[in-house]
C-alpha cells in the first residue's frame, strides 16, 4: 500500500469530511468524485452522505460539504433547519437560507449587480402575461432547470401556456418569477464563473436550457450542454459585484458560483448567484479539483 502523506502540517491524522447529496444521487455525481482522491492526498477522508439520512452523525464530521441535495427543493424548509443543525457546513446555513430563494436578487440590485428584472408573483396573486414578448416563467425556489419554461407572448397558444404555468406554480404555493428572455443565451450562452475558497478559479459556458413551454418533466435536473469558458474582464467584474454584495461577506464562503447572460445591451447580467449546491464542473478545468481539495483541506486541517 502507498502511504499517503500530507504535503503540509496536518495535525489530524483522522480528518473526515462529508460530502453532501440527495437519496437518488448516494454516490454523488461523477464530477464531485473528482475531489475525493486529491482530499486523500492531503490526509482527508472524503464520503458521501445523503442530506435527509437520519442515521448520518454529522457531528462526527470536521466538516459538511453541501455538494448534490438537489431533492431540497421542494422541502425547503426542512433543509434549511436541517443546516441550521450541521456543526460545520459548507456553505454555511445563513448562506443556505439566504441563498435557497432567488429573492436575494432583489438585494443584489438595490447594491448595484445588474439583475434581470424580475416580477414576483405570489400566490394570492393575479396575473395575466404582457402583451408581447419573450418571457420566462419560473419558481423562485429551484434547482436544475426544473419548471422552467419560456413563453413568446405574441403566440396565442403560449400566452394561455404562460397563465396556466404561473396558475400551477401558485397552486402549489410557489413564488414564481416571470422574467424577458435574454435572448443572447441562445448564441453566447450562459456563463458560470466558478470561485472556491473566495478566489477565482475557472469558467464554463451552460448552452441554453428552454426550448419552449415548460413540460412539467420530474427528475432532479435537466440535461446540460457544457464546455470550459474564458471569463471575459466584464463578466469576471460583474461576479466580483455580486460576491462583494453578499451579506456576510465571502470569507465565509467555501465555493460560489455566479451564472451571467449578456443583456439587451450586451453586458453580463446575473441570473443567479450560487452558494448553496452549485455544480462545480471541476472536470472542465486542470486542477479545480485539487483547487478544491485545498480550500477544503486547509478548513480541516487546523
Ligand atoms: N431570463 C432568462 N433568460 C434566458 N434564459 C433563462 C432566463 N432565466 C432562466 N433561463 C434559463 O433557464 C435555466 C434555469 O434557470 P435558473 O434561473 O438558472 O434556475 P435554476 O435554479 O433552476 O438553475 C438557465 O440556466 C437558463 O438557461
Ligand atoms: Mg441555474
Known sequence: MIERKPPFGATRADARVALVTCGELPDLEPDDRLVIEPLADRGVRAEPAVWDDPRVDWAGYDLVVLRSPWDYVSRRPAFVEWAHRVPRLANPATVVAWNTEKTYLELLAAAGVPVVPTEWVHPGDSWGPPATGAYVVKPAISAGSL?????????PGHRVLAAAHVARLQAADRLVMVQPYLTAVD?????????????????????PMLAGPDTAEAGLYRPEQITARE???????????????????????????????PGP?????????????????L?????????????????VLT
Open 147 to 155: 419548471d422552467t419554461g419560456r413563453y413568446d407572448l405574441a403566440d
Open 187 to 207: 448564441s453566447d450562452g450562459e456563463t458560470a464563473v466558478l470561485f472556491i475558497g473566495g478566489t477565482f478559479s475557472h469558467a464554463i459556458r451552460k448552452g
Open 231 to 261: 471569463p471575459s474582464p466584464a463578466q469576471l467584474e460583474v461576479a466580483g459585484k455580486a460576491l462583494a454584495a453578499i451579506p456576510g461577506g465571502v470569507d465565509s464562503l467555501l465555493y460560489a458560483r455566479v451564472d451571467l447572460i
Open 265 to 281: 445591451d450586451g453586458s453580463p447580467m446575473l441570473v443567479e448567484l450560487e452558494l448553496t449546491e452549485p455544480s462545480l464542473f
Open 283 to 299: 472536470s472542465r478545468s486542470a486542477g479545480a479539483a485539487e483547487r478544491l481539495a485545498d480550500a477544503i483541506a486547509a478548513r
